[in-house]
């Protein structure tokens, strides 16, 4: 399956987030677009992964790991089945190598910074204080991408979809995993 680009809608849009005549803009996206990809993120999961083993959590750090990992896999998996397009190649100011749909920056950073954000804190309004800072620097990472030319917008509203439906998705079977655990623990 091949989609060739966006429609007239998105590259309006498009064009009205492009910073290219911005440079202070393009500067503060490419920064922000670094949050979002692989280099950070994996390491940052491995971090988190270990601190939450450090912290006597390794169910939370091993959902974790397998939520970032499989999460960016599965990112992939439907950008080579998509085949969508990139805007073109004179239009980008950082540079790409993969397909466009889903954002990867978008679907990955909203995977990573919720998922941690979830599991890192206990107490509810510590849980929504950090999802809700999650989802804002995601939502920043995913807005960083069309400023700089290489996604569509709706490339980078599906990665934030998915992502989301993947933490929702994950944390929903963690849950399960957990009981699942506690009762076999309990039955000794």
């Given at each position: 399956?091949?989609?060739?680009?966006?429609?007239?809608?998105?590259?309006?849009?498009?064009l009205a987030l492009y910073a290219a005549d911005e440079p202070?803009?393009?500067?503060?996206?490419?920064?922000?677009?670094?949050?979002?990809?692989?280099?950070?993120l994996i390491p940052l999961a491995l971090l988190g992964a270990l601190w939450l083993l450090s912290r006597r959590r390794p169910l939370d750090g091993l959902i974790l790991l397998a939520a970032v990992l499989v999460g960016?896999?599965?990112?992939?998996?439907?950008?080579?089945?998509?085949?969508?397009?990139?805007p073109d190649e004179n239009m980008r100011l950082v540079e790409v190598?993969?397909?466009?749909?889903?954002?990867?920056?978008?679907?990955?950073?909203?995977?990573?910074?919720?998922?941690?954000?979830?599991?890192l804190f206990v107490d509810p309004r510590e849980r929504r204080i950090a999802a809700?800072?999650?989802?804002?620097?995601?939502?920043?990472?995913?807005?960083?991408?069309p400023l700089l030319g290489v996604h569509w917008p709706s490339d980078?509203?599906?990665?934030?979809?998915f992502g989301l439906l993947?933490?929702?998705?994950?944390?929903?079977a963690a849950r399960t995993l957990k009981r699942s655990v506690s009762r076999a623990a309990a039955r000794g």
């Open positions: 399956m091949l989609l060739l680009g966006a429609g007239a809608a998105d590259r309006e849009l498009l202070w803009i393009s500067l503060g996206a490419i920064g922000l677009t670094q949050l979002g990809g692989a280099k950070v960016k896999l599965l990112v992939l998996l439907q950008k080579a089945w998509l085949g969508r397009l990139r190598s993969n397909l466009s749909f889903p954002s990867g920056h978008a679907a990955n950073s909203m995977i990573f910074y919720l998922t941690f954000a979830l599991l809700a800072c999650a989802v804002a620097l995601s939502l920043l990472i995913g807005l960083s991408r980078v509203v599906g990665g934030w979809a993947w933490v929702m998705l994950c944390l929903a």
